[in-house]
């Protein structure tokens, strides 16, 4: 039987994995020690079981264990990873590259470091949401020490030529860091077949609990040191200091070692129902799929229903179905989604967006009754949308001279 | 964020939907917001010209609950209304009774709006002057 709410805002952040928390639930009670404690049963059962977890997540990215720095989750992990090779690198330089539909921790990230001097080049994207690797490479000068792209976009799923990118960073020596957050568990990321530097990706998104993530650092071909962002203890080889979270840590492992066995299965069964969702919403009249649909992870969608404003349609189904809306008024800042207007979106159908992100438990029942939820509160907005009506009548709505506010 | 029950309502049963023939000389039309905002309101009112009540009052609007809320609410107010009692609806007029949040309050503002141009609208057709207001404070 269909079970309400539907949970489609997967790129948010997923539900656990009820094996995950099985095998967690030890951790937090006879097994509490703390990793770093060398002198007594309670602190070798936890170094052991973080030793095993970090083999399980660089088995899933193609690393060696030594390569894991856990962190508490991934906007962590990309200040670590940015301000870390920033600082460490002075000598050499002091110019980053990144894109401007990059997350927000990469992007204020970036933003500190142009406060304390260093400079940042921020990519446009095409309208596909991918960057121009003409553009890239002619942006490279002598002081770049870093490229910042993300593997796969939180928004529209659009998933950038990593590999090429890797190839034009080594070419001019210069290090990669990716923030993987949406791809790694959902598509296969290999750092050493992709010639990744530096990665950061996180627990909560693949089915693995919240405040736990890691950073990946190349020990080889080159050694990539980072800075360490926090002074304490020394753990974590150095570049992170504080006490090892060991349940979250346990997880994270577990929950890697899932999305390797499951990941051809889940994309096979989820890319379906994507396209099963998307098919049908496309049907509607004047909808748009925002963003590449060629290279995209294969459980995300982003669509605009133009006339209708985002917000207002989400609240014809948000008690029964979570999905998020890259329409202003879902942020206290009312302006629209900053990645769809880099695509080149006009604010009115940025307004008009929604993002879809299945997972690993959504199941066909689900999406058929989203789509009819969806297409009939899309018709009824627009037997009460203005924009509608005049489209209707084949006014042209760019002409119209319009009280902005 | 959660919608008051009011907005809720007015979303799921909004009140006097539709379109009056904007080229009659009856009908004063309001039209304000603009797509790039994420809101457009139409509001249009019917006047009997005899009384100079309001005998009909539509909408169609383009945005957020809030937005369909007090579009809606504002045709419930203007029906039965003369044009000198519809000049005096405010905007937190429309904040009190549908209990909107501050970051709804650009909502509240176009509705008053859209209720002061579709007025100015059936003026100037029946050869009155528009009246001038205030710029609003919030826009």
């Excluded at chain 1, 008024?329 to 080149?344: D, F, H, I, Q, R």
Aim: aromatic share 6%.
């Amino acid at each position: 039987m269909l079970k309400l709410p539907i949970y489609l805002d997967n790129n948010a952040t997923t539900p656990m994995d009820p094996r995950v928390l099985e095998v967690m639930t030890p951790y937090f009670l006879e097994h509490f020690g703390n990793a770093a404690s060398r002198n007594h049963p309670f602190g070798w059962q936890a170094e052991e079981a973080v030793d095993y977890a970090r083999e399980q997540v660089a088995k899933l990215i193609g690393a060696d264990p030594k390569e894991i720095i856990f962190t508490s989750g991934a906007t962590e992990g990309d200040n670590l990873a940015i301000k870390g090779v920033y600082e460490m690198y002075a000598s050499k330089g002091n110019h980053i590259i990144t894109a401007t539909t990059e997350h927000k921790a990469v992007l204020d990230t970036c933003k500190h470091i142009e406060k304390t001097g260093g400079e940042v080049t921020y990519l446009q994207v095409k309208p596909d949401g991918l960057i121009d690797l003409k553009e890239l490479e002619a942006a490279i000068r002598p002081t770049t020490i870093l490229i910042a792209i993300m593997y796969a976009n939180n928004e529209i799923g659009t998933v950038q030529p990593i590999r090429e990118i890797s190839a034009i960073a080594k070419k001019h020596g210069v290090l990669l860091f990716t923030d993987a957050v949406q791809a790694v568990g959902k598509v296969p990321v290999d750092v050493n077949k992709d010639g990744i530097d530096l990665m950061a990706f996180t627990a909560h998104k693949m089915y693995g609990p919240k405040g736990v993530g890691a950073l990946y650092v190349r020990r080889k071909n080159p050694r990539v040191k980072v800075t360490a962002q926090m002074d304490g203890g020394g753990h974590e080889r150095g570049m992170r200091s504080g006490t090892l979270n060991v349940p979250g840590i346990v997880g994270f492992g577990k929950a890697c070692e899932l999305c390797m066995q499951d990941m051809e299965e889940d994309t096979k069964r989820i890319s379906i129902l994507r396209d099963k969702l998307e098919t049908e919403l496309m049907k509607l009249e004047e909808a748009y799929i925002n963003g590449s649909t060629e290279h995209r992870l294969p459980h995300v969608t982003n669509i605009s229903f133009k006339h209708v404003e985002g917000e207002g349609l989400l609240m014809g189904f948000n008690k029964n179905i979570a999905l998020s809306s890259g329409s202003a008024c879902t942020s206290a800042s009312l302006e629209p989604s900053y990645v769809l207007k880099a695509l080149g979106l006009g604010d009115d159908l940025a307004h008009s967006s929604l993002r879809f992100g299945l997972g690993r438990f959504t199941n066909e029942e689900q999406i058929d009754y989203t789509i009819k939820a969806i297409s009939e509160t899309v018709l009824k907005l627009r037997d009460m949308s203005p924009l509608w009506e005049m489209y209707k009548e084949g006014i042209d709505l760019s002409k119209i001279e319009w009280a902005a506010h | 964020m959660a919608y008051s029950e009011k907005v809720i309502d007015h979303y799921q049963n909004p009140k006097n939907v539709g379109t009056l023939d904007k080229n009659s000389k009856n009908v004063g039309t309001g039209l304000v917001g603009a797509p790039e905002c994420g809101d457009v309101m139409r509001l249009q009112i019917e006047v009997d010209d005899a009384t100079g009540m309001i005998t009909d009052a539509k909408f169609k609007t383009f945005g957020c609950g809030s937005a369909i809320a007090s579009s809606s609410l504002a045709t419930e107010w203007l029906k039965g209304k003369s044009i000198d009692q519809a000049l005096t609806v405010d905007n937190m007029d429309f904040v009190e009774e549908l209990n909107l949040p501050p970051v709804k309050i650009h909502c509240s503002v176009l509705a008053e709006d859209a209720i002061k141009a579709a007025i100015n609208d059936y003026r100037v057709k029946n050869g009155m002057d528009s009246i001038k207001f205030e710029e609003s404070v919030v826009h």
